[in-house]
């Protein structure tokens, strides 16, 4: 009998009350992978004609994929508000208000790979909000650091459809099967190699990288020998690096002098996949990804994640 989602129920003193978020989120992939199959016969690829709070130009695709993570998660009624990428302030979901949940999503990362049919992926994270349940939620409510997020995961939409995910005791790859409607366990218990692999970053960004990363990771390739491999979508360039091992990078440079990565619902769900999977997470060499107190919800951090060895090397920590 395979295994489903369901078996997420059985994790940490979380999964139970996790299930309803982690089925919404398997329901909202479903969707947004049907779409994006289908998206060039119904004219929904293409820019939408407006800039996201990031100032980058927003794909239609991108608000409908948001539209459709929204409404699953108010179909859970168990989330109070969602922040998203997509939208500038935290999205109440007025029929729950006082619900304990609060979700932070980038509903469809790497959009720019749609137009030649790259892959693209859904990542999101869910934290208690911070003060307390009752009452309406407000930013602040989900401003929470990495080390207290109760489950985290992305979906990645490839040749096939992936959910991996970790409740806090472990990390499980599931891929939608076509034939029996429903995402199946194909990846149990992920671990992060400790060697090999390879470093995954936008080098041409290299010569305005700030705080010697240049000659950091000139040196890192010296001392480890590892290939590159890039696709400029985070949740492809990070399954690989969970599955394969090595170090997947975004440093801060002169145009994004707190990084690229939006901390709340990029490089804290991906840090606590790669931590639950027993590698590193970090945004400086001192300092985790997870224990980054958030000030806003679409603050950007630089990140680098994967193997412990490959980070340590990179950051000259350890
Ligand atoms: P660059 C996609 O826009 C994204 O947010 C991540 O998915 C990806 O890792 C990064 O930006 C790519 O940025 O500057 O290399 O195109």
């Not at 395979?2 to 969707?31: D, H, S, W």
């Not at 891929?175 to 029996?180: E, I, V």
């Not at 490089?267 to 790669?274: N, S």
């Amino acid at each position: 009998m395979p295994v489903t989602l369901n078996t997420l129920a059985t994790k940490g003193e979380n999964g139970a009350a996790m299930m309803p978020i982690i089925q919404g989120v398997g329901r909202a992939a479903v969707e947004i992978s049907y779409l994006l199959r289908g998206a060039v016969f119904r004219d929904a690829l293409g820019e939408a004609g407006a800039e996201n709070v990031q100032g980058e130009r927003q794909q239609k695709i991108d608000l409908l994929s948001d539209e459709i993570f929204l409404e699953e998660m108010r179909a859970t009624g168990h989330v109070c508000a969602v922040g998203s990428e997509e939208q500038e302030a935290l999205q109440v979901i007025d029929e729950y208000a006082d619900a304990e949940w609060i979700v932070l999503v980038d509903p469809l990362d790497g959009s720019s790979n749609l137009d030649i049919d790259g892959p693209v992926g859904t990542i999101f994270s869910v934290v208690r909000r911070k003060n307390g349940a009752g009452g309406r939620p407000v930013e602040a409510d989900c401003l929470c650091a990495g080390n207290s997020v109760v489950a985290a995961g992305y979906v990645l939409y490839g040749p096939a459809t992936m959910l991996v995910c970790s409740v806090g005791s472990g990390v499980d790859g599931f891929t939608w099967h076509p034939n029996d409607g429903r995402f199946e366990l194909s990846h149990p218990d992920i671990r992060v190699p400790a060697t090999g692999g390879y470093y995954s970053v936008n080098e041409s960004n290299a010569d305005k990288w700030l705080d010697g990363m240049g000659d950091k990771l000139a040196a890192m390739k010296k001392a480890t020998g590892l290939g590159m491999r890039y696709v400029g979508s985070m949740v492809a360039d990070m399954h690989r690096t969970l599955l394969k091992g090595g170090v997947f990078l975004y440093p801060a440079d002169e145009k994004n002098r707190n990084g690229k990565l939006r901390l709340l619902y990029e490089a804290i769900p991906m840090g606590f996949l790669v931590q639950q999977a027993g590698g590193k997470a970090m945004t400086s060499p001192t300092l985790s990804v997870l224990d980054v107190e958030p000030e806003a919800l679409h603050q950007r951090v630089p990140v680098y994640l994967g193997s412990a060895s490959a980070v340590d090397a990179l950051l000259g920590c350890g």
